[in-house]
C-alpha cells in the first residue's frame, strides 16, 4: 500500500463530519492561500514574456484544492479552502476579478469530486495527482471559454500541457510536501496522518 505522509494512504473508517477546528484550520489554510494568490499574481505577470509555457506555475492556484482536504480528510475541504482563498484574493485587489471566485468554485469542484470518488479514503500520490489534474483541467476550460477564446489551437495546446503536467506532478508533490512540513513543525496535532 502506497503512503502519502506518514501511515497507510487509506483512511479506514473516516468520520465525515466536520469539527470546529476543521472549520478554522481550512479557512486559514484558504486565507494564507489568498494572500499568497494576491501576491503570486505579481509572479505570474513577471513570467508573461515566456508565454504560454508559464502556465507550469498553474498548479499554485490550485494548492488550497489539495492540501485542505489532504489535512482535513472531509468533504467540502477542496471546494472550502479554494473558495476562501479566491475570495480573499479578489477582495485583496487581483487582477482578475470577481472572476477569481467561478475560476476557485471551479479548482476546487473539480478536486473535490475526484476525493469524494474515493468516499475521502484513499490519500496516496496517484488520487491526489488525479485530483490535481482534474483542478487543472478544469482551470484550463474555464479559461479557455473566459480568457483564451481567440488564442490559436497550437498556443492552447501548449498551455494545457502546461497546466495538466503542474496539476498531474508538480502540484500533488509541492502539497504533500508542504503538508509534511507542516507536520514535522507539530501543527497539524489532531489531525489523520
Known amino acids: 500500500m502506497a503512503t ?57 492556484w490550485l494548492m488550497p484544492a489539495l492540501v485542505a482536504p489532504l489535512i482535513i480528510r472531509k468533504p467540502g475541504a477542496a471546494l472550502f479552502a479554494e473558495l476562501v482563498a479566491a475570495g480573499l484574493s479578489a477582495l485583496l485587489g487581483s487582477s482578475w476579478g470577481v472572476d477569481t471566485l467561478l475560476s476557485g468554485f471551479v479548482q476546487g469542484a473539480a478536486a473535490e469530486l475526484v476525493f469524494a470518488f474515493t468516499l475521502y479514503r484513499l ?41 495538466a503536467v503542474s496539476g498531474l506532478i508538480l502540484l500533488p508533490a509541492a502539497s504533500i510536501a508542504l503538508v509534511r512540513a507542516l507536520r514535522r513543525a507539530g501543527v497539524l496535532e489532531g489531525f489523520p496522518g
Open 4 to 60: 502519502t505522509l506518514r501511515g497507510p494512504a487509506v483512511a479506514a473508517g473516516s468520520d465525515t463530519r466536520w469539527r470546529t477546528r476543521d472549520i478554522v484550520v481550512a479557512a486559514v489554510i484558504g486565507v494564507a492561500f489568498g494572500v499568497a494568490f494576491w501576491a503570486f499574481g505579481a509572479v505570474w505577470r513577471a513570467v508573461e514574456f515566456v508565454g504560454p509555457i508559464q502556465n507550469i506555475l498553474y498548479g499554485a
Open 123 to 163: 490519500w496516496s500520490f496517484p488520487v491526489l495527482a488525479l485530483a490535481g489534474l482534474a483542478s487543472a483541467a478544469a482551470a484550463y476550460v474555464h479559461d479557455v471559454v473566459v480568457w483564451y477564446a481567440g488564442y490559436a489551437a497550437d498556443v492552447l495546446i501548449v498551455i494545457a500541457i502546461a497546466m
